[in-house]
């Protein structure tokens, strides 16, 4: 079974400081990251995701993400945040041995970024 | 538009009613999924197609749940006797077939069981 962890139900940072939001993640076999944000009453949109190659992986909007194999973590950064990135962001999943095609997400984590 | 295309986008049912949600996928997109989102959680599966097959239903919660996409384009999720447990948004997505493809996300359809 597949699944994904976000520690953190909400992470508050100042405008112009660096932001991390932590994602863990279980599968069987290699895994397929994603990052999706979702704002308020919309849809998800697409972030950045890790297919395979390099561990860093960058996205829209001046987020990125790292693959670490050895800790089964794929935290998105963004090195200075702004108030616009305050929103709702999920990590997602897919075992692409075990899992089929569907994406397993974690149970999201607020950002608030305050002037 | 070049999105995923979801309708209606708010819906209140009464208990017992039966619903219908569309959702029409990105030209060219042959991968299909529903997802449900409870307040304040995250995605959670329903169901899966890859063209006109529906490949993978096992997170439909019960029988009153049932989705079709009969020409492999747009599909419909329908929902039998709603209770107030469905209350949730019903997001749709879609994909191209090769793996590790991203998928996309309609902007839901909000349904709310009174």
């Known amino acids: 079974a597949q699944s994904v962890a976000q520690p953190e139900d909400q992470v508050n940072v100042a405008e112009g400081n660096p932001l991390t939001v932590k994602c863990t993640y279980s599968v069987s076999g290699n895994p397929y990251l994603f990052w999706y944000v979702q704002y308020p009453n919309r849809g998800l949109q697409f972030l950045l995701k890790y297919i395979t190659g390099d561990n860093l992986v960058k996205g829209s909007y001046g987020f990125e993400a790292e693959f670490n194999k050895s800790q089964t973590s794929f935290h998105l950064k963004k090195p200075s945040a702004l108030v616009s990135d305050s929103a709702l962001y999920f990590c997602?999943?897919?075992?692409?041995?075990?899992?089929?095609?569907?994406?397993?997400f974690g149970t999201g984590t607020q950002l608030k970024v305050e002037l | 538009g070049a999105g995923v295309s979801q309708s209606p986008r708010y819906k209140v049912a009464k208990r017992g009613q039966d619903v219908a949600l569309r959702c029409d996928p990105i030209s060219g997109h042959v991968s299909l999924f529903w997802y449900q989102q409870a307040l304040g959680q995250g995605p959670e599966f329903l169901t899966y197609?890859?063209?006109?097959?529906?490949?993978?239903k096992s997170g439909l919660p019960s029988d009153r749940f049932f989705a079709e996409r009969p020409e492999g384009s747009v599909s419909t999720l329908k929902i039998q006797r709603t209770q107030q447990e469905d209350s949730a948004v019903y997001l749709c997505a879609s994909s191209l077939v090769r793996d590790g493809n991203t998928i996309y996300f309609g902007e839901g359809s909000w349904l709310t069981v009174v």
């Open positions: 197609f890859q063209n006109e097959a529906q490949l993978d």
């Open positions: 997602a999943v897919r075992d692409p041995t075990g899992g089929g095609n569907k994406l397993t």
